[in-house]
């Protein structure tokens, strides 16, 4: 289910995860998080306000590719297949994905350790693309989880033997548990992430788009960004 949140008027419905701190997340049923903050500066500026539409991943992105429920989704990671699938707006950060371990783990050193291992991840992670691109994909089992947090519980509890999730979400989600985790990092430098439009929608995307550049020259991106420290994104 899909749970809306209206800021004043409704005007756009904007698609939003659950438990992905500190990017997009709940508080006393608020939306909050990065992409929060910067989506409704874009929508501000350009004139429009916002009913958050907030709901795990998956169910946010079947719904703005198949509906007209949602005319954006706030913070999309812009993969190879995603490209294919939604208009995508200008970059407005980076998002590095890892694979996260527990500590513990002795046998797990590189991409091939993941064949016939369960593991939890988005549908079309930057990771997923890279398993695709060694032929190791249909080897791994990929586990869909409606939250990050559901996922670093099945890591804890041995479910699955590692995740797929951004840096600073699984540093953020393993404060929080109080659990010992390690990293492996394959060197991206990071997924380019912005606002995501459903094909149809391209005069929104170019409006939106402008907004960015405005918020970009008056250094308001910039601002919004630098409140989300290093300490916070790790």
């Known amino acids: 289910m899909l ?71 706030a913070g999309m990671e812009k993969t190879g297949i995603r490209r294919t699938l939604f208009l995508l707006g200008r970059t407005l950060y980076a998002r590095k994905n890892l694979l996260f371990l527990r500590a513990n783990e002795p046998a797990i050193h590189r991409l091939e350790d993941l064949v016939g291992r369960a593991v939890a991840g988005d549908r079309d992670s930057g990771i997923e693309e890279l398993l ?27 479910k699955v033997a590692a995740a797929i999730m951004p840096e600073a979400v699984g540093w953020t989600l393993a404060r929080k548990a109080d659990i010992v985790v390690k990293v492996l990092d394959f060197g991206n430098p990071g997924s380019p992430v912005g606002l995501a439009f459903p094909r149809d929608r391209p005069e929104l995307l170019k409006q939106l788009d402008e907004a960015v550049l405005r918020l970009e020259a008056r250094g308001t991106i910039r601002t919004i960004l630098s409140r989300f420290t290093s300490n916070t994104l790790r």
């Open 3 to 73: 749970l809306a949140t209206s800021l004043g008027a409704q005007t756009l419905r904007v698609g939003l995860a659950l438990g992905f701190p500190p990017y997009q997340y709940s508080i006393a049923g608020r939306p909050a998080g990065l992409d929060v903050d910067l989506t409704e500066a874009i929508l501000h500026e350009a004139g429009y306000t916002v009913t958050w539409v907030q709901g795990p991943w998956d169910d946010v992105l079947a719904t703005l590719r198949t509906t007209r429920d949602l005319d954006l989704v």
């Open 132 to 158: 695709a691109s060694r032929g190791l994909k249909d080897d791994v089992r990929l586990v869909r989880t409606q939250t990050k947090e559901e996922a670093f519980a099945q890591l804890s509890t041995g």
